[in-house]
């Protein structure tokens, strides 16, 4: 009998396996797709030579994660590579606020009547951040916080919604970056603890960047495999579970699904009938014949550019996708072009690039023409730049990933007290109705991203039970 079966080999599924390996357990990974990564992945959608990642791309969280942090990965072939500016924000005139590796120059970028307010929200956690991501990330109760004084500062300061937090500033540049931060999670600004979404961003591009992995997002997937074969585990793809009998006899179960498939594959009813999932994605991915030809020259320089002429044009698109049950007829995108870095990724001279918007839960229309009339607001050209696409709804992202269900990528709404109690209230999310089946996804704390945390916090959970009997 094995100690420890794993559902699902994305990053939090792998990150719950390793760990219960390193202690010693017995780990076998069950994946329904051919390849391991979720949410990580690495394959080629356009045109041959052309190596895109269907969901994630830059890793602000990953590099910065204190579970990837302490494994070996770079050993197994893991490699960060960073672009001049970790993020560039442009505007229509030509200009842009960035997201620079030193608070200074992002400061610099929003002009003087908003860099000191920059300087006094983002210095005061930066020295302290390895212990403020650990404290954070780790929590409910899977660790006491190191350092509770700087928790409950950040806290005070990233708990009211980001519309408040951003009063602090009088000029467009520091508000329309700050906003587009915080839409990384698809959350209204005007939403509990958007300030610390946005907060979180900054703070981990000061102190490691936004980084792509070398050779695309499957990089780290397949590092964490690797890892896993060397400590004795075992992946098995292609393998789809409808049912705990599908699976091998074990102590414990661990699923890094959605809480609708775990509670369809456990048979637990309605267990977690409250749980809500939030807008979906519309994401393109572009083989170009070149770069991106950006007005500003520092969204030529950037891994990650957000695009959105300002923070009510960004405001107005959220609300459209998350409450007003439309697609936005100017979306806000976030683009990521890692071949600016990493020329394997295309052949030489071209290009790979992603842009997503938000749509509304489980949408079916077609977002392309309105991405690309919003592209074409910062980068005048770059039609005539596309040699191919391949377009991606919530349908299709639901198809390829089965966590995004509507669409969704963040695996549930990242709003109200859902973005900290998740997948239900409790002290004990990782815990489910039966003593021996838990979930990791991220479904659970700290919520959307690839860091592990969310597979590290349940090993724990996990390797407690396992003790105790």
């Known amino acids: 009998m094995l100690d420890v079966v794993v559902v699902g080999a994305g990053p939090n599924g792998l990150t719950a396996a390793v760990e219960l390996a390193r202690r010693g357990f017995s780990v076998a990974v069950f994946e329904a797709r051919s390849t391991v990564g979720g949410g990580a992945r690495t394959e080629e959608l356009t045109l041959p030579g052309f190596r895109h990642d269907p969901c994630s791309a830059a890793h602000p969280l990953a590099i910065n994660s204190p579970a990837f942090r302490a494994l070996p990965l ?19 005139d030509g200009s842009a606020a960035v997201l620079a590796r030193t608070v200074g120059e992002t400061a610099a970028s929003f002009g003087p009547r908003d860099a000191g307010a920059y300087r006094r929200l983002v210095e005061p956690f930066l020295p302290k951040w390895d212990t403020l991501a650990r404290d954070f990330m780790s929590l409910p109760l899977t660790a006491l916080p190191r350092d509770p004084v700087t928790l409950a ?11 408040l937090l951003m009063r602090r ?7 329309a970056l700050f906003s587009g931060l915080v839409a990384h999670v698809m959350a209204p600004l005007g939403g ?12 981990a591009a000061h102190a490691r960047g936004w980084p792509v992995a070398r050779g695309g997002s499957q990089s780290l997937s397949d590092a964490l495999a690797a890892y896993l074969g060397d400590l004795g585990g075992s992946v098995h793809t292609d393998y789809e579970v409808k049912r705990l009998d599908d699976l091998p006899p074990a102590r414990a179960y661990v699923f890094d ?6 509670a369809r594959i456990a048979g637990f009813g309605n267990h977690y009938g409250g749980y809500r999932y939030g807008p979906g994605v519309f994401k393109v991915d572009y083989a170009l014949d070149g770069p991106v030809p950006w007005t500003a020259k520092e969204a030529r320089a950037a891994g990650t550019v957000q695009v959105g002429a300002s923070s009510a044009e ?8 998350s409450r007003e049950g439309r697609a936005p007829d100017r979306p806000f995108l976030i683009t990521v072009q890692p071949s600016v870095v990493d020329p394997t990724r295309a052949p030489a001279g071209k290009h790979v690039f992603w842009a997503y918007g938000h749509v509304p839960h489980g949408w079916t229309g077609d977002l392309t ?3 690309e009339r919003q592209l074409e607001r910062f980068a005048p050209g770059f039609r005539d730049r596309v040699l191919a696409r391949a377009t991606a709804g919530p349908p299709e992202l639901a198809a390829r990933n089965a966590n995004y269900i509507g669409g969704d990528i963040a695996s ?28 990791c996804s991220s479904a659970t704390p700290p919520g959307p991203g690839v860091h592990g945390m969310s597979g590290h916090n349940a090993a724990k959970a996990v390797w407690k039970r396992l003790r105790q009997i």
């Open 314 to 321: 960004i405001g107005s698109a959220l609300r459209a996708a």
């Open 412 to 439: 549930g709404a990242v709003s109200g007290l859902q973005l900290l109690l998740r997948p239900r209230p409790t002290l004990f999310p990782y815990r489910t109705p039966h003593p021996a089946v838990f979930i």
């Open 192 to 203: 509990f603890a958007t300030g610390a979404i946005g907060l979180v961003f900054a703070l």
């Open 74 to 92: 770079e050993r197994y072939g893991l490699e960060w590579l960073h672009a001049e500016l970790p993020m560039a924000h442009p505007f229509p």
């Open 169 to 175: 500033f009088r000029e467009e540049p520091a508000k």
């Open 369 to 371: 023409d309105a991405i």
């Open 153 to 163: 500062r950040f806290g005070l300061a990233g708990l009211p919604p980001s519309t």
């Open 257 to 262: 699904t959605s809480p609708t498939a775990l």
